[in-house]
């Protein structure tokens, strides 16, 4: 027979005495997600009469928004309701901001954009499609200001600001010092310093958001079902916003969500949109977030710029680190930002003894998508400073980097730990873990590979990473950002509770229920092996339950799926709760059996005397009691009905008052490192080898431990060789498209050697750590480390793009033969398109020139032109209807001439806007006689296109720049004449309107 | 991300879609394996009037070998070719272009004459009808004409085809005892090229054709070169192609692979 | 020659997984659209609806498609197969899908159902697959979970054991 029998999940192994922990077991989600049976957000049913969502979002990255007009738009059939920022104001306020500021954050723009995707409006119609046609018709005038997109620019005097509250755009300044920095670094012999800026990118889950939001106007209560991961604080930021207490903000979600990786934490502002939606028009509102809206604007992990440098003894030691931190938080402050730049704050010394530390950390404000949880949360930008720098200072001292590595490991006898930071890691022999890798992952061999591939002539590299992974937050670390008097003044944070609920029903069968939010790693089957331990049965007798309904469940702020929190804090709790249960079961059990509680034990679905095995009741049976005969208990049992749990572990401390923070719960290790090879010709990089040894405490289930690095590794190797949230200087977004924002495909990940040491968490009820980001935060640097090796370079900036790579190594390019250069537009790194050109015309300039001032040549000489409007002489509105190809897309243009010099020269200004972006646009025309009675028209221009199509069609922008001149000059030239169409043409009408139709897209 | 409303009309002959064609016009698209227009309608890039599906044409999905062409028809699927028992014999550059269209998940859709109407400058398929030298036959309500390769793609998505024109097919010469080498870098396995080149013996020399630089694909013909002759060609082939900068390379890096990948090509033709 | 009106809910019949299925689209309504949310056949995903990410690939007519690249219109009286028809019966798992939960090639589960649609499509017809191959196969997927190799060595031990029972059953 080809097809098996399903096994249950447990039938293997039935003999076997060992615990269910530590095994790896199928999964029990499996089953129905191999099927088809999921159930994701979009695959469940709505009430009926539930209407859909669409957003309209910005084409700019900064400006005013002067007018919206709605009309057309609300009058298409099947619309329900428009709702602009100030529709949304009416029923909602502002999101709560993390640092004590004037300052909003609205879901919607107000009267204001600031960045590329910011939602305008909500249309809210029958269907989605319809949805889309009437955003369609909605008409906003923008007036845009100028944009900042880095950080460190955003800080100089002059530049846009964003928020008024935020001067100069620094939305947080905070100064950190911790032991002596300054004498260590007056009085060590080097200090190596490297300044390095980390990208924007996502781990962008291929599950888009998804909210469904009702309200019952008679309890003004809103019911939300939303692939939210937690944490459920910003249950209460949503709360607020709605203008509801808690209880009035039912807040669930679906039984399987497709991946979040911290990035669906960011769907709240949605939440807050779709509900005031369904408020609007007293219907249920569903929205499901589309793949070119999740890239622009759902959510990113922060870019940041940092300096740091070291205070280094000769041998390699590091004696004092001086960080300068500028996190880069996009257009908004959105809870729990600035989280990112403070979940490290105790780990600033990574898995290294280093007891005087300085760190100044600023957050900014740009014009891009506002960020927010990214699996690393923090741990990528600040490793990635801190292994470079060590290797780096290896580099500088002639030493092996392993052993700067090696010199500088916290000592295995200190644990606990304290850091000069005052994060206190758990547990952990970083030394030996490191022997091992080294031993097991064969590093003398892969040396001997690199020595080879050198002496063949070929780029060989190999890189090193040594990292600390913290789990399980501490919900206080937040409030690092607020000095210890603010923090007085507000009042203690910090604690990270956990919620666990069992329950035993009429059958004695066991139900489990977490706060957890699972998104993909398979807590249901975790918590059945952990449960099923502790009651002496098996996984598949213990029915698990990951929903979350606010409304009904157990849950407190920490709830959620973040921090690595789930193996070691919630399976943890769950352990808890069952022994609960398990206690008061064994108390209920001795006095049936007349043995004493200590001599009960749960084996094989019994409660049996451990001296007399015979002597054994069902579990099922004792399980049933408290339902069927509460009176036979013993008076001091209690019931066995349900038992839930919270716990928080008493080492999560609010910061204390010289800023230590014990910022998270557990710490695990990860010690990688890799052998690279980039290819000569393309300069592409190949992974030769990776080695990842982790130590993440107590393994649960190995098989899902596996996964999570591998799944971790693979992200890791995207932001390191793929992936960026590119911004134009403009603002303008780039990789609006999953053909442009790159993941990493089966082609390019490798299988990653992992090794495993456990060193058990002294914290944590299972020993267990987390495990989930070690990889994000280890694997970018220590594949920069390899390749800076492969190439001799110093400086290496992630993502690792070929063409970057041969700016470092390429000397001067072969110049152009004589002659040969061409006059292609040439796109600055500002990306505004720029160039010039010449033609000659038949017929004379004074001719010419009363061709480009006259509304019928123009329309009749601009492809696709419907009108012209002369508004005065030397002002000009025109309709356009523009494609190349089957791109096609209506125009307002709207141009006006200046420094006007008949018939010898003009300059042209304008713009045009239409659904698919816009353009803006200067050029200066000069006619001159060519002496044959013609003219010679020379032209410069500089344009820039935004919205859409740059998101979408970059790759194409350009060449479609000089489609666009070519078809007008043709036009323009036969007019004039029937002169040639050589060389290039011009026309700012053309090229405003027409650039702004380019397509973007993928076979 | 919903496309725009439009009719669909299923042409059950060709004069069902010479029909819609001439009424329609510019408003009209032709649906093969839409594999770029859908994203594209999807994106609400296009916004067409009328969408006519010509894959039901039986007529138009034949591969026929005739003396030394062979003729593909519009509705032949990119997989259909590759599956095509003679393609290594009669079109040995196809065979080593076709595997980098798109994926196996598109390929079993997508058609090369769709690819051609597209005319993405990045695109194997365009290139390959350049480096080879094929026609482009076309045909509206009343009259049928073939264009060569190079008059075809006009610029950046923009091809000879009048909107009332339907591409029946291509014509591809088989070039006898012809050896051909292809090679393109993109960003990841699939992508659409940086740089992809295809290089042919010729009966005077070599030629080297290019995608992903220019706005069109681009062939030049040499006569046998070598050294410094042939670096000095390359380069200045590089240049004239007018690279440009984009999210995923520099124009420096797209001559530089013009110049090294010209250089590897030619030599294992002409070896 | 069938012209269906922009604005007008058109009938749409097919095969599904072995049985005629029937509904109403519009002519721009996708294949994945109308397959979920007008049949109920949640198990397809979507996750880009441009082509790239293969959550949303079915079979149609023998042809491994993307389903947010098709019209429903267009499949009208065409054989369809989608992972809901993968199993040999509700309470059964096929060899591949056995093949996936016993090398966890899968967490979240999201875009499991086009993968296991290509590799079923392919293993039919390549029974004998390298891990090139189905590395190659696999690239017009996306996962953002899994890191890809269980998925790999899941598609090599399920193509083997399909191999060997096909052995077995002509030895037979």
């Known amino acids: 027979m080809v097809q098996a029998a399903v096994q249950s999940a447990n039938s293997v192994d039935q003999s076997d005495d060992r615990p269910w922990v530590g095994r790896s077991i199928e999964r029990v989600e499996d089953a129905a997600l191999l099927s088809g049976g999921g159930r994701f957000i979009d695959d469940l049913g709505v009430a009926p009469g539930t209407l859909h969502a669409t957003i309209l979002r910005s084409p700019h990255a900064h400006a005013d928004i002067l007018s919206i007009d709605v009309e057309a738009a609300k009058?298409?059939?099947?619309?329900?309701?428009?709702?602009?920022?100030?529709?949304?104001?009416?029923?909602?306020?502002?999101?709560?901001?993390?640092?004590?500021?004037?300052?909003?954050?609205?879901?919607?723009?107000?009267?204001?954009?600031?960045?590329?995707?910011?939602?305008?409006?909500?249309?809210?119609?029958?269907?989605?499609?319809?949805?889309?046609?009437?955003?369609?018709?909605?008409?906003?005038?923008?007036?845009?200001?100028?944009?900042?997109?880095?950080?460190?620019?955003?800080?100089?005097?002059?530049?846009?600001?964003l928020h008024d509250g935020f001067p100069g755009n620094l939305a947080s300044e905070r100064a950190f010092r911790y032991g002596d920095p300054e004498k260590a670094f007056a009085e060590a012999p080097h200090r190596f310093s490297?300044?390095?800026?980390?990208?924007?990118?996502?781990?962008?889950?291929?599950?888009?958001?998804?909210?469904?939001?009702?309200?019952?106007?008679?309890?003004?209560?809103?019911?939300?079902?939303?692939?939210?991961?937690?944490?459920?604080?910003?249950?209460?930021?949503?709360?607020?916003?709605?203008?509801?207490?808690?209880?009035?903000?039912?807040?669930?979600?679906?039984?399987?969500?497709?991946?979040?990786?911290?990035?669906?934490?960011?769907?709240?502002?949605?939440?807050?949109?779709?509900?005031?939606?369904?408020?609007?028009?007293?219907?249920?509102?569903?929205?499901?977030?589309?793949?070119?809206?999740?890239?622009?604007?759902?959510?990113?992990?922060?870019?940041?710029?940092?300096?740091?440098?070291?205070?280094?003894?000769?041998?390699?030691?590091?004696?004092?680190l001086d960080w300068d931190q500028v996190e880069d938080c996009g257009a908004h402050l959105r809870a729990p930002e600035p989280a990112t730049?403070?979940?490290?704050?105790?780990?600033?010394?990574?898995?290294?003894?280093?007891?005087?530390?300085?760190?100044?950390?600023?957050?900014?404000?740009?014009?891009?998508?506002?960020?927010?949880?990214?699996?690393?949360?923090?741990?990528?930008?600040?490793?990635?400073?801190?292994?470079?720098?060590?290797?780096?200072?290896?580099?500088?001292?002639?030493?092996?980097?392993?052993?700067?590595?090696?010199?500088?490991?916290?000592?295995?006898?200190?644990?606990?730990?304290?850091?000069a930071t005052g994060a206190l890691l758990d547990s952990g022999n970083y030394q030996e873990a490191v022997a091992r890798a080294v031993a097991q992952g064969r590093l003398a061999e892969l040396k001997a590979r690199r020595d080879e591939a050198r002496a063949q002539g070929r780029l060989y590299g190999i890189g090193f990473t040594a990292v600390v992974e913290p789990s399980v937050s501490n919900m206080g670390y937040i409030t690092t950002v607020l000095t210890a008097a603010e923090r007085r003044k507000a009042g203690p944070k910090n604690g990270a509770q956990a919620t666990a609920t069992v329950g035993l029903d009429p059958v004695g069968s066991v139900t489990v229920h977490v706060a957890s939010v699972p998104q993909g790693q398979g807590h249901r089957t975790v918590l059945s092996q952990v449960v099923a331990d502790v009651f002496g049965l098996q996984p598949k007798d213990i029915r698990v339950n990951t929903e979350i309904d606010t409304a009904k469940d157990a849950w407190s702020i920490a709830s959620g799926n973040y921090a690595s929190r789930f193996a070691a804090a919630v399976a943890g709790t769950a352990k808890l709760a069952a022994e609960r249960v398990a206690g008061r079961l064994a108390r209920i059990a001795a006095s049936q059996l007349n043995v004493e509680a200590a001599d009960i034990v749960f084996a094989k679905g019994f409660v049996a005397s451990k001296h007399n095995p015979e002597n054994?009741?069902?579990?099922?049976?004792?399980?049933?009691?408290?339902?069927?005969?509460?009176?036979?208990?013993?008076?001091?049992?209690?019931?066995?009905?349900?038992?839930?749990?919270?716990w928080t572990p008493p080492?999560?401390?609010?910061?204390?008052?010289?800023?230590?923070?014990?910022?998270?719960?557990?710490?695990?290790?990860?010690?990688?490192?890799?052998?690279?090879?980039?290819?000569?010709?393309?300069?592409?990089?190949?992974?030769?080898?990776?080695?990842?040894?982790?130590?993440?405490?107590?393994?649960?289930?190995?098989?899902?431990?596996?996964?999570?690095?591998?799944?971790?590794?693979?992200?890791?190797?995207?932001?390191?060789?793929?992936?960026?949230?590119a911004y134009a200087e403009d603002g303008s977004f780039l990789t609006g498209t999953l053909a442009d924002y790159l993941l990493p495909t089966t082609t390019e990940v490798p299988e990653p050697e992992i090794f495993h040491m456990e060193t058990p968490s002294p914290f944590t009820p299972l020993g267990a750590k987390g495990v989930g980001e070690g990889n994000c935060m280890s694997t970018p640097v220590c594949l920069a480390n390899a390749v800076a090796d492969a190439l001799g370079v110093a400086d290496i900036t992630l993502p690792l793009v070929p063409a970057r790579l041969a700016e470092l190594v390429r000397g001067d390019e072969p110049p152009p033969p004589a002659g040969g250069a061409t006059t292609a537009p040439v796109r600055e790194g500002d990306r505004r398109l720029r160039g010039e050109g010449q033609a000659s015309v038949k017929g004379a300039p004074e001719q010419v020139w009363a061709m480009l001032l006259d509304p019928a040549t123009l329309q009749s000489v601009i492809p696709g032109c419907q009108r012209v409007d002369k508004i005065t002489d030397t002002h000009f509105g025109a309709d356009v209807t523009l494609g190349i190809g089957p791109v096609s897309g209506r125009y307002r243009a709207d141009v006006e001439l200046f420094d006007l010099d008949p018939p010898r020269a003009v300059t042209l200004r304008g713009?045009?806007?239409?659904?698919?972006?816009?353009?803006?646009?200067?050029?200066?025309?000069?006619?001159?006689?060519?002496?044959?009675?013609?003219?010679k028209l020379a032209y410069s221009y500089d344009a820039a296109i935004g919205g859409k199509v740059a998101s979408i069609g970059g790759r194409l922008l350009d060449g479609a720049t000089r489609v666009i001149i070519g078809q007008f000059f043709t036009a323009l030239a036969r007019k004039a004449g029937g002169g040639g169409a050589a060389g290039g043409g011009f026309s700012l009408f053309a090229l405003l309107a027409k650039v702004a139709s380019l397509f973007g897209g993928r076979r | 991300m919903k496309p725009p409303a439009f009719d669909y009309l299923r042409a059950e002959s060709i004069g069902d879609v010479l029909d819609g064609l001439a009424q329609q016009g510019g408003d009209a698209r032709v649906l093969a394996g839409g594999q770029s227009l859908m994203a594209m309608l999807n994106m609400r890039?296009?916004?067409?009037?009328?969408?006519?599906?010509?894959?039901?044409?039986?007529?138009?999905?034949?591969?026929?070998?005739?003396?030394?062409?062979?003729?593909?028809?519009?509705?032949?699927?990119?997989?259909?070719?590759?599956?095509?028992?003679?393609?290594?014999?009669?079109?040995?550059?196809?065979?080593?272009?076709?595997?980098?269209?798109?994926?196996?998940?598109?390929?079993?859709?997508?058609?090369?004459?769709?690819?051609?109407?597209?005319?993405?400058?990045?695109?194997?398929?365009?290139?390959?009808?350049?480096?080879?030298?094929?026609?482009?036959?076309?045909?509206?309500?009343?009259?049928?004409?073939?264009?060569?390769?190079?008059?075809?793609?006009?610029?950046?998505?923009?091809?000879?085809?009048?909107?009332?024109?339907?591409?029946?097919?291509?014509?591809?010469?088989?070039?006898?005892?012809?050896?051909?080498?292809?090679?393109?870098?993109?960003?990841?396995?699939?992508?659409?090229?940086?740089?992809?080149?295809?290089?042919?013996?010729?009966s005077t020399g070599v030629r080297l054709a290019v995608g992903g630089v220019a706005d069109v694909p681009t062939a030049r013909d040499w006569p046998r070169l070598e050294g410094s002759a042939l670096d000095d060609a390359l380069n200045a082939f590089a240049y004239e192609l007018g690279a440009r900068d984009d999210v995923h390379a520099t124009a420096r890096y797209r001559r530089d692979l013009v110049r090294m990948i010209g250089r590897d090509l030619i030599g294992e033709v002409l070896q | 020659m069938t012209r269906l009106k922009a604005d007008a809910r058109h009938s749409v019949r097919f095969s599904l997984n072995g049985k005629l299925v029937e509904g109403e689209a519009e002519p721009r309504m996708l294949l994945s659209d109308f397959l979920r949310h007008q049949l109920g056949a949640t198990g397809t995903h979507v996750g880009c609806e441009h082509g790239v990410c293969g959550a949303c690939t079915i079979i149609v007519d023998g042809m491994l498609t993307r389903s947010c690249l098709t019209l429903a219109a267009q499949v009208e009286g065409c054989e369809l197969r989608t992972v809901?028809?993968?199993?040999?019966?509700?309470?059964?798992?096929?060899?591949?899908?056995?093949?996936?939960?016993?090398?966890?090639?899968?967490?979240?589960?999201?875009?499991?159902?086009?993968?296991?649609?290509?590799?079923?499509?392919?293993?039919?017809?390549?029974?004998?697959?390298?891990?090139?191959?189905?590395?190659?196969?696999?690239?017009?997927?996306?996962?953002?979970?899994?890191?890809?190799?269980?998925?790999?060595?899941?598609?090599?031990?399920?193509?083997?054991?399909?191999?060997?029972?096909?052995?077995?059953?002509?030895?037979?």
Not at chain 1, 377 to 382: A, H, K, N, R, S
Not at chain 1, 383 to 411: C, H, K, M, W
Not at chain 1, 678 to 690: A, G, K, N, V
Not at chain 3, 131 to 156: F, M, N, V
């Open chain 1, 651 to 725: 080492e999560l401390t609010p910061p204390d008052e010289d800023d230590r923070i014990n910022s998270s719960l557990c710490h695990g290790f990860i010690f990688d490192f890799c052998g690279v090879e980039i290819d000569r010709t393309t300069l592409e990089t190949r992974i030769d080898r990776y080695v990842t040894m982790h130590d993440c405490g107590t393994i649960l289930h190995p098989g899902m431990v596996n996964g999570q690095i591998r799944g971790g590794f693979a992200q890791a190797l995207g932001a390191a060789l793929y992936e960026e949230y």
């Open chain 2, 45 to 202: 890039l296009a916004k067409p009037k009328l969408l006519i599906d010509i894959m039901r044409l039986e007529e138009l999905r034949k591969i026929q070998r005739k003396g030394d062409t062979v003729i593909i028809g519009a509705g032949v699927r990119q997989a259909d070719l590759l599956a095509w028992p003679d393609l290594v014999d009669a079109l040995p550059l196809v065979a080593l272009a076709l595997p980098w269209v798109g994926h196996m998940q598109t390929r079993s859709r997508g058609t090369i004459c769709g690819s051609l109407a597209h005319a993405d400058p990045s695109a194997e398929m365009p290139l390959t009808l350049v480096a080879l030298g094929g026609e482009v036959l076309l045909r509206n309500a009343k009259r049928r004409r073939r264009v060569a390769a190079k008059d075809f793609f006009a610029g950046m998505m923009l091809t000879a085809r009048s909107d009332d024109e339907l591409i029946e097919g291509i014509s591809l010469p088989v070039i006898k005892g012809s050896r051909a080498a292809f090679r393109e870098v993109a960003r990841r396995h699939g992508d659409f090229a940086i740089v992809a080149c295809a290089a042919m013996k010729t």
């Open chain 3, 84 to 172: 809901e028809g993968l199993a040999p019966s509700a309470d059964r798992l096929g060899v591949l899908q056995q093949a996936f939960r016993r090398n966890h090639a899968l967490q979240c589960g999201f875009c499991t159902a086009g993968i296991l649609m290509s590799l079923d499509h392919y293993l039919a017809g390549n029974p004998t697959p390298t891990e090139a191959e189905i590395r190659d196969l696999l690239s017009g997927h996306i996962c953002r979970c899994t890191g890809y190799t269980p998925i790999i060595q899941a598609a090599l031990e399920a193509a083997a054991e399909l191999a060997s029972s096909k052995k077995e059953t002509s030895d037979a």
């Open chain 1, 194 to 320: 490297i300044d390095i800026r980390y990208p924007r990118n996502s781990c962008t889950p291929i599950e888009t958001y998804g909210v469904v939001a009702s309200h019952d106007a008679g309890e003004d209560a809103y019911e939300v079902l939303a692939n939210f991961q937690g944490p459920f604080s910003i249950h209460t930021v949503i709360a607020r916003a709605l203008k509801v207490p808690g209880n009035r903000l039912r807040l669930r979600t679906p039984p399987d969500s497709g991946g979040s990786f911290g990035v669906k934490q960011g769907v709240f502002p949605y939440i807050v949109l779709i509900a005031a939606a369904a408020r609007v028009t007293g219907k249920p509102v569903k929205w499901i977030e589309d793949r070119l809206e999740h890239l622009t604007a759902s959510v990113s992990a922060t870019n940041r710029a940092t300096t740091l440098s070291a205070a280094v003894a000769a041998d390699g030691k590091i004696l004092a």
């Open chain 1, 911 to 935: 713009g045009a806007t239409g659904a698919l972006g816009f353009g803006n646009a200067e050029g200066r025309i000069t006619l001159a006689p060519d002496g044959n009675g013609g003219t």
């Open chain 1, 75 to 161: 009058r298409l059939a099947g619309v329900a309701a428009v709702l602009t920022g100030e529709d949304v104001k009416a029923v909602t306020t502002t999101l709560v901001v993390g640092v004590k500021a004037p300052v909003e954050c609205w879901p919607i723009a107000m009267d204001r954009v600031r960045y590329v995707g910011e939602p305008v409006a909500v249309v809210v119609a029958t269907d989605r499609a319809r949805a889309e046609d009437a955003a369609e018709l909605i008409n906003v005038e923008y007036r845009p200001r100028g944009a900042v997109v880095d950080p460190l620019s955003a800080l100089v005097s002059g530049v846009p600001v």
């Open chain 1, 616 to 646: 054994r009741i069902a579990f099922s049976r004792v399980a049933a009691l408290s339902h069927w005969s509460p009176g036979s208990l013993p008076d001091d049992a209690g019931q066995t009905i349900r038992e839930t749990v919270f």
């Open chain 1, 341 to 419: 730049l403070y979940r490290m704050h105790g780990n600033m010394t990574g898995a290294y003894d280093v007891r005087h530390v300085k760190i100044r950390n600023r957050v900014v404000v740009t014009n891009k998508t506002p960020t927010g949880l990214n699996r690393g949360f923090g741990g990528p930008q600040v490793y990635f400073a801190l292994e470079r720098l060590v290797q780096r200072i290896a580099i500088s001292l002639g030493l092996d980097p392993l052993d700067v590595i090696t010199r500088n490991l916290i000592d295995a006898g200190t644990f606990p730990y304290r850091t």
